[in-house]
């Protein structure tokens, strides 16, 4: 089973790499970003609340985002892997996942179920240099990707979500991927590195 989660910055081609892998491993590709965006399009309650956020590339508060999380996890093709693009974004939210996978891992035991290596839950970080990142998102073109935007989302990243880089390299979950190559070299690597720890 495939259980994988992209850390790295803004246009840093977690959504591509994440796009691709998910394909490969014919798991669902979950990314909160995508989701939110269809809330916010649907104008339903989740969107109205998460749109201030996003609008100023603040992070939209965790318990909206678990929640929708956990709804989506709970779909049957999310029973047998995933991979997760966008989330986990801070510690509170690697917490929950860390949470639902011991659930699952004892609801397993209980089961007698053969549990796997590490519970499985393999975290990509995918690293480019900021001058790199900007240049990538300014030609992206997205609503909430204007300059002053950007920076704000790279300085959440630095603040909230870099600290997930300890936090999974303690528990040896970490996998650091250069992602300054071509679309098809970063995918070739991440293969490598996936097909290794699993
Ligand atoms: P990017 O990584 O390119 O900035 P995303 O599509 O992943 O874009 O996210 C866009 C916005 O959605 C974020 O700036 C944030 O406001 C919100 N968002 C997405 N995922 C999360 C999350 N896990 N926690 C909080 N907010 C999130």
Not at 169 to 183: A, M, P, W, Y
């Amino acid at each position: 089973m495939v259980r994988l989660v992209f850390l790295g910055p803004p246009g840093a081609g977690k959504g591509t790499q994440a796009s691709l892998i998910a394909g490969f491993y014919q798991v669902p590709h979950i990314s909160t970003g995508d989701i939110l965006r269809t809330n916010v399009a649907q104008r339903s309650a989740l969107g109205w609340q998460a749109k201030e956020y996003i609008d100023k590339g603040d992070l939209v508060p965790d318990q909206l985002i678990i929640d929708m999380v956990e709804e989506r996890l709970e779909k049957p093709d999310a029973l047998h892997g995933w991979v997760l693009d966008g989330f986990p974004r801070n510690v509170g939210q690697a917490k929950f996942i860390e949470q639902l996978l011991s659930t699952n891992q004892n609801a397993n035991d209980i089961q007698g179920e053969k549990t796997q290596k590490n519970n499985s839950l393999i975290v990509i970080n995918l690293q480019v240099p900021d001058q790199v990142l900007v240049s990538r998102l300014l030609s992206r073109g997205r609503p909430d990707d204007n300059e002053q935007t950007i920076q704000h989302r790279l300085q959440v990243h630095h603040q909230q979500t870099e600290p997930l880089i300890e936090f999974y390299k303690e528990r040896q979950q970490l996998i650091t991927i250069d992602g300054n190559h071509s679309v098809e070299a970063v995918t070739n690597s991440l293969k490598q590195a996936v097909n290794q720890s699993c």
